[in-house]
């Protein structure tokens, strides 16, 4: 029997106690998943190829330190020199390991990022005992940077946002860079920027200060692969670098990176999947509007999409679920009456919305809303 946490604490002395991330359902294939951000479609071709022909005595050896020609793949995409680029397994390891590097030895100031935003991030704060403040965001789900105007230890912006889909321009970002007390970090979380029009890289030029996020995971349909990364100024890299090998010294693993490498460099296939995913985003969105719910605007993979009420929301998801379809539910303060729905393909979201609306006619049947 599985032991309750309070137990196992009992069992031995000196046991991790701390809350940890809960992440979506992988409830394995057939069935419409639309719960955990993934990509619809498979990753490029040549990944597949190269996957084939893949020489497996290589796995005999460590791989390369530091991510080899994966790094060199992503230096070129972003135009920066590879000693501006971190690779890790997914960017929750790198995530992770940049609170460590540029949160973990700071002044005791609290770290500030917005109450609805990706969760992770406080939990890697409880983690790493980095003290933290959550700053709310107004009524529409956007910050205003002058909340940020006080003292702090950093400053973490997820964008576009997790959860809401909603991105803020380079004059937030600037806003930010500001605030961030005596030169401590601002991480911008960019998982979902492919998929938008804007990022905040090219900053690094100009704001040593600023370490920029990624994930293949989304837009390059590698969730498995856990492939992630970090661009900022060369002196925040070495002390991400420094971090990690006081952790693990080969964290990319030699598929992952030759992998990794010719997903990057296929950017014609990239552009070709990240378009049909903005559109299938549009114009889900605006079946969603039309049918009275609240979506705003989105400029990611998903959309945020308001039901009227937690209980109405709750109701939704469990309709879907038993009919095959599975998407994410909050049970979080400003929250509850939301669901986040991915972007699946066309056919899904087509599925999708006759069960919705197999709901509502339902529910308009027996008179209660
Ligand atoms: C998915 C996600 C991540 C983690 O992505 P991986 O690369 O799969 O670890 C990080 N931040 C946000 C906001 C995400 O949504």
């Known amino acids: ?51 084939k022909v893949f020489d497996g005595s290589r796995l005999g050896l460590y791989p390369k330190q530091d991510g080899g020609k994966l790094r060199e793949a992503i230096a070129a995409k972003h135009g920066v020199d590879s000693k501006n680029v971190f690779v890790g397994n997914g960017s929750d390891e790198v995530l992770a390991l940049s609170f460590k590097a540029c949160f973990g030895f700071g002044p005791e100031r609290p770290v500030l990022f917005p109450d609805v935003t990706y969760s992770f991030y406080t939990v890697w704060c409880e983690f790493f005992g980095i003290p933290y403040e959550t700053i709310p965001l107004g009524e529409d789900f956007r910050p205003s940077a002058r909340d940020y105007d006080k003292p702090n230890g950093g400053i973490v912006i997820c964008n576009p946002n ?32 492919d998929f938008a029009s804007f990022s905040a890289v090219n900053k690094i030029f100009s704001a040593p200060n600023l370490l920029v996020t990624r994930s293949l995971s989304k837009s390059y349909s590698l969730a498995g692969l856990r492939l992630g990364y970090a661009i900022g100024d060369s002196r925040l890299i070495e002390a991400l670098t420094a971090v990690k090998d006081s952790f693990n010294s080969y964290p990319v693993g030699a598929l992952a990176e030759t992998l990794g490498a010719i997903a990057i460099e296929d950017e014609v296939y990239f552009c070709t999947v990240v378009d049909k995913v903005r559109r299938t985003q549009n114009e889900t969105a605006d079946r969603f509007r039309a049918l009275g719910f609240d979506v705003p605007e989105s400029a990611a993979n998903f959309v945020f999409v308001g039901c009227g009420s937690a209980e109405r929301a709750k109701s939704i998801l469990e ?24 972007i699946g393909r066309p056919k899904d979201m087509d599925v999708l919305f006759e069960k919705l609306e197999e709901y509502l006619a339902l529910q308009e049947h027996s008179g209660i809303e």
């Open 1 to 51: 029997m599985e032991m309750d946490r309070e137990s196992k604490s009992r069992f031995v002395a000196g046991l991790y106690k701390g809350e940890p991330y809960t992440s979506g359902e992988q409830p394995g294939f057939g069935v419409i998943k639309l719960n955990t951000n993934e990509n619809p479609y498979p990753p490029a071709p040549g990944v597949l190829d190269a996957l």
């Open 162 to 193: 997790a959860l809401t889909g909603i991105i803020e321009s380079g004059d937030f970002i600037d806003a930010m860079l500001d605030e961030a007390d005596a030169k401590s970090v601002v991480i911008v979380d960019e998982a979902y920027a």
């Open 319 to 342: 309709y879907l679920r038993k009919n095959g379809v599975y998407v994410r539910y909050f049970d979080k303060q400003r929250i509850r009456d939301r669901l986040r729905i991915s």
